[in-house]
C-alpha cells in the first residue's frame, strides 16, 4: 500500500451545508489537495488544538490521548486508507509493548488526535487517485517545467487536460467559496474524466 504524508492546509465551514466543515490536506511533498468533509466538534476540536488553546476541561480527543499516554501507548500515525460510497475511512497505528495496533477510525477523529500528539498523518494513493485535486496554478507552473517536446506530447491530450483544469479551478472556487454539494460533484465530473484516459 502506498502512502503518502499530508498536513493540514486549513479548516473551513459553510452554514449552507448544515454545520458542515471541511479540512483541507496537502500532500507534503506534492501539489494535491484532499477535502474530508467533518463534523462541527471535531472541525472545533481540530482547530482548537492548531491554535494552542487549552479548554477548561479535556474534550473527548484529549481524554484519548491522556488514555493512550497513561497505557504506554504511542500513536505512530494515522492513515485515510480508503474511500467508500463516498465516506472515508482511516486507520491510527498505535504501538503498546513493540506490539503495532490498527484501530478503524473516522478520518476527523484520526487527524485530531494525530494533531494532539504529533503522529503523521497519511493517505494511500489510491484515495488520493480518486478524491484529490490540484490547484490550476499548480498545473500551469507544471505545464511552464515542462520541455517543448513534452509539451507537444501533452497536446495531443490537450482538450481533455483542458476540461479537467477547468474542472479543477471549479473545484477550488467552490472550495473557497464552501459549496461543498457542488465541490463533490466536480469531484466526481473530474474523476470521470481522469478515469476515461
Request: glycine share 4%; with cysteine.
Amino acid at each position: 500500500m502506498q502512502k503518502i504524508q499530508c498536513e493540514i492546509l486549513g479548516l473551513s465551514s459553510s452554514p449552507s451545508t448544515g454545520g458542515a466543515y471541511a479540512i483541507l490536506l496537502k500532500e507534503i511533498n506534492g501539489i494535491r489537495r484532499l477535502p474530508i468533509i467533518i463534523g462541527a466538534f471535531e472541525a472545533q476540536a481540530i482547530a482548537l488544538e492548531i491554535e494552542g488553546i487549552k479548554p477548561p476541561r479535556p474534550l473527548t480527543h484529549d481524554l484519548l490521548k491522556q488514555i493512550i499516554d497513561n497505557l504506554g501507548a504511542t500513536v505512530t500515525e494515522v492513515i485515510v486508507d480508503e474511500l467508500r460510497e463516498n465516506t472515508f475511512y482511516a486507520k491510527i497505528l498505535l504501538e503498546v509493548s513493540a506490539m503495532t495496533n490498527e484501530i478503524d477510525s473516522r478520518p476527523s477523529d484520526a487527524i485530531a488526535l494525530a494533531v494532539r500528539t504529533q503522529a503523521p498523518i497519511y493517505v494511500t494513493e489510491s484515495v488520493m487517485k480518486i478524491a484529490s485535486f490540484v490547484p490550476s496554478e499548480e498545473n500551469e507552473k507544471e505545464m511552464s517545467l515542462k520541455s517543448e517536446s513534452e509539451r507537444d506530447e501533452d497536446s495531443i491530450s490537450l482538450s481533455k487536460e483542458a476540461k479537467i483544469a477547468a474542472l479543477q479551478n471549479k473545484l477550488r472556487e467552490a472550495i473557497d467559496a464552501e459549496e461543498y454539494e457542488r465541490a463533490a460533484k466536480l469531484r466526481d465530473d473530474i474523476k470521470k474524466l481522469t478515469n476515461s484516459n
